[in-house]
């Protein structure tokens, strides 16, 4: 589903590497979690999967895309393949719940008759149902969030990235919402979480895949979040 | 539902930006009435252009008794001279290019000049003072000077005058009002792209939540943009349309009923031509914000 062969990222001329001849492959339906502290490489780990960054050494596959090749004009095509959540849940302040997640999809040009058949759906699916009408300085923290997924995940990508999606949560909030990622995550859809919450990579044993100064330095199937503190 | 959404975001843009987007129809409104100006000052030009040079005539001056002209030293015109100088015009080397001859006698003369006269001074004079005129219509009005040197030198004639030289200043100046007026509309059409540019910009800017989020979605760039583009789009037609409606006033009020009023001899523009002009007016105000939003969105929303 996502693949990076040899892929190292350079900023500016003679700095040093953001990514450093990373190699990882990620099957569909896979529950990744990406770790490592902060310049680690995995904010530009994310952009290069958004194409938001192109690599300046290696290849880059998503969703059966070469990145590498694929023109401007086709990106947004990839992107409707991805959903994308982020820890300041970037809602719009002046619609509501409702119109946040259908806001997706009249972007993408679907029609009013799938809007008014996916909205509810996917609401009643995060746990929001009944709280349609209401803007985003009304909700809760977790529920806000819950709407960034809901708006991430109405298209049906098969791909959900999550960049700190829990944090700027309390942690009884965060299960909530990494209880929602694995529900989706069941769905078959591919979850690549990058996260610094070490409580909640421990408890979910999924696939860890570490980065370091830009270097892969780990890739472990039901690891916790690090090594040296277990 | 796009074209819903996108007008939507339109008319929200505009709501939120609205005196950007007033100025930006001002702007618009003044650069276009000059343009519309110019474009009407010229068909002004070309309309008495094809009007006057088709009545247009070489006046051959024929000698009076008591001429101050060298040439007319030896008195007044004799009748076998008056016979020379048309046998040049009708039968010699320009008769080609001769349409046709009046001969107007000095008391034919005399009276033109007194009608057209205003002021008095020249019933003053006698008709014996004046020498007759030959009136030559040319078949094609540019060979004046062909003719005027076929016939300048000959006994008799006291002067040759092209009535265009009257026109060509009048028209002379016009082509100069024209220059004034398209130069002024250059340079606010550019202050228009600029303003329009930055009405855009602080658009694209307000509304960087929705872009970041259309293009985080897979939203094409063209409804990104669209709408912004739109906005100037809409804003300068708007300006169009208000520089039509002024050009429209001055052609009734102005032109139609006070110039025409005042000076009669005129065959002048009127509100029909203002329609012509309209969707020039209209197409510079698209263009004019298609190029502000080339310059501008580019940078801001990009994919």
Same mark, same amino acid.
């Given at each position: 589903?996502? !693949?990076?062969?040899?892929?190292?990222?350079? #900023?500016?001329?003679?700095? !040093?590497?953001?990514?450093?001849?990373?190699?990882?492959?990620? @099957?569909?339906?896979?529950?990744?979690?990406?770790?490592?502290?902060?310049?680690?490489?995995?904010?530009? +780990?994310?952009?290069?999967?958004?194409?938001?960054?192109?690599?300046?050494?290696?290849?880059?596959?998503?969703?059966?895309?070469?990145?590498?090749?694929?023109?401007?004009?086709?990106?947004?095509?990839?992107?409707? /393949?991805?959903?994308?959540?982020?820890?300041? +849940?970037?809602?719009? $302040?002046?619609?509501?719940? #409702?119109?946040?997640?259908?806001?997706?999809?009249?972007?993408?040009?679907?029609?009013?008759? @799938?809007?008014?058949?996916?909205?509810?759906?996917?609401?009643?699916?995060?746990?929001?149902?009944?709280? /349609?009408?209401?803007?985003?300085?009304?909700?809760?923290?977790?529920?806000?969030?819950?709407?960034?997924?809901?708006?991430?995940?109405?298209?049906?990508?098969?791909?959900?990235?999550?960049?700190?999606?829990?944090?700027?949560?309390?942690?009884?909030?965060?299960?909530?919402?990494?209880?929602?990622?694995?529900?989706?995550?069941?769905?078959?859809?591919?979850?690549?979480?990058?996260?610094?919450?070490?409580?909640?990579?421990?408890?979910?044993?999924?696939?860890?895949?570490?980065?370091?100064?830009?270097? %892969?330095?780990?890739?472990?199937?039901?690891?916790?979040?690090?090594?040296?503190?277990? | 539902?796009?074209?819903?959404?996108?007008?939507?975001?339109?008319?929200?843009?505009? !709501?939120?930006?609205?005196?950007?987007?007033?100025?930006?129809?001002?702007?618009?409104?003044?650069?276009?009435?000059?343009?519309?100006?110019?474009?009407?000052?010229?068909?002004?030009?070309?309309?008495? =252009?094809?009007?006057? #040079?088709?009545?247009?005539?070489?006046?051959?001056?024929?000698? $009076?008794?008591?001429?101050?002209?060298?040439?007319?030293?030896?008195?007044?015109?004799?009748?076998?001279?008056?016979?020379?100088?048309?046998?040049?015009?009708?039968?010699?080397?320009?008769?080609?290019?001769?349409?046709?001859?009046?001969?107007?006698?000095?008391?034919?003369?005399?009276?033109?000049?007194?009608?057209?006269?205003?002021?008095?001074?020249?019933?003053?004079?006698?008709?014996?003072?004046?020498? $007759?005129? +030959?009136?030559?219509?040319?078949?094609?009005?540019?060979?004046?000077?062909?003719?005027?040197?076929?016939?300048?030198?000959?006994?008799?004639? @006291?002067?040759?005058?092209?009535?265009?030289?009257?026109?060509?200043?009048?028209?002379?100046?016009?082509?100069?009002?024209?220059?004034?007026?398209?130069?002024?509309?250059?340079?606010?059409?550019?202050?228009?792209?600029? &303003?329009?540019?930055?009405?855009?910009?602080?658009?694209?800017?307000? !509304? =960087?939540?929705?872009?970041?989020?259309?293009?985080?979605?897979?939203?094409?760039?063209?409804?990104?943009?669209?709408? +912004?583009?739109? @906005?100037?789009?809409?804003?300068?037609?708007?300006?169009?349309? %208000?520089?039509?409606?002024?050009?429209?006033?001055?052609?009734?009020?102005?032109?139609?009923?006070?110039?025409?009023?005042?000076?009669?001899?005129?065959?002048?523009?009127?509100?029909?031509?203002?329609?012509?002009?309209? $969707?020039?007016?209209?197409?510079?105000?698209?263009?004019?914000?298609?190029?502000?939003? &080339?310059?501008?969105?580019?940078? #801001?929303?990009?994919?």
């Amino acid at each position: 589903m996502i !693949r990076l062969d040899n892929v190292s990222k350079v #900023y500016t001329r003679g700095a !040093r590497p953001a990514l450093d001849n990373v190699s990882v492959e990620i @099957e569909r339906g896979d529950f990744v979690f990406l770790v490592g502290s902060s310049g680690s490489g995995k904010s530009t +780990f994310l952009k290069l999967i958004l194409r938001e960054e192109r690599p300046t050494v290696g290849d880059v596959y998503v969703a059966g895309r070469h990145l590498n090749r694929l023109s401007s004009w086709r990106v947004p095509h990839l992107r409707r /393949e991805i959903g994308a959540v982020f820890q300041d +849940f970037r809602l719009l $302040p002046n619609k509501t719940v #409702y119109q946040n997640v259908a806001f997706a999809l009249q972007v993408i040009g679907k029609s009013r008759r @799938e809007i008014e058949q996916n909205v509810p759906e996917m609401l009643e699916l995060v746990g929001l149902a009944g709280k /349609e009408r209401r803007l985003p300085h009304e909700l809760s923290g977790g529920e806000q969030q819950r709407v960034a997924v809901a708006r991430a995940f109405v298209n049906r990508p098969p791909i959900l990235l999550c960049d700190e999606p829990t944090g700027n949560l309390d942690p009884g909030t965060s299960v909530g919402i990494m209880r929602l990622l694995d529900r989706i995550n069941r769905t078959g859809t591919t979850v690549l979480m990058a996260t610094h919450d070490d409580e909640i990579v421990d408890q979910m044993r999924k696939r860890v895949i570490e980065l370091k100064g830009g270097h %892969l330095v780990r890739d472990q199937d039901r690891g916790v979040y690090g090594l040296e503190t277990v | 539902m796009r074209l819903r959404f996108i007008l939507g975001e339109v008319w929200n843009g505009l !709501r939120r930006n609205s005196t950007m987007a007033l100025s930006v129809v001002l702007v618009t409104f003044v650069s276009l009435t000059f343009v519309g100006a110019a474009a009407l000052t010229q068909m002004q030009v070309q309309q008495l =252009r094809d009007a006057w #040079y088709g009545k247009v005539e070489v006046s051959i001056f024929l000698c $009076p008794e008591n001429s101050l002209f060298e040439q007319c030293a030896s008195g007044g015109v004799t009748a076998a001279q008056e016979a020379d100088i048309l046998a040049v015009l009708e039968e010699g080397s320009v008769a080609n290019l001769v349409d046709e001859v009046y001969y107007e006698t000095r008391e034919e003369v005399y009276e033109n000049i007194v009608a057209s006269d205003d002021t008095g001074v020249y019933s003053q004079l006698d008709a014996a003072d004046l020498g $007759p005129v +030959f009136r030559v219509k040319l078949s094609d009005p540019e060979q004046f000077q062909v003719v005027a040197d076929a016939t300048a030198g000959l006994t008799g004639v @006291e002067e040759v005058q092209d009535q265009r030289e009257v026109f060509d200043q009048l028209f002379t100046f016009l082509n100069a009002a024209t220059f004034v007026a398209a130069g002024l509309a250059a340079v606010m059409m550019l202050a228009a792209v600029l &303003l329009i540019t930055t009405t855009i910009r602080l658009s694209a800017l307000s !509304r =960087r939540r929705e872009t970041t989020i259309m293009r985080m979605v897979g939203s094409s760039k063209s409804l990104i943009q669209m709408p +912004f583009v739109l @906005e100037g789009a809409v804003a300068a037609t708007a300006g169009a349309f %208000l520089a039509i409606g002024g050009l429209w006033l001055g052609a009734r009020y102005l032109v139609e009923d006070w110039l025409t009023g005042s000076i009669v001899w005129v065959d002048y523009i009127g509100r029909d031509d203002v329609w012509t002009v309209a $969707p020039w007016l209209i197409a510079i105000a698209v263009g004019l914000a298609a190029l502000a939003s &080339l310059v501008t969105l580019g940078r #801001y929303t990009r994919a």
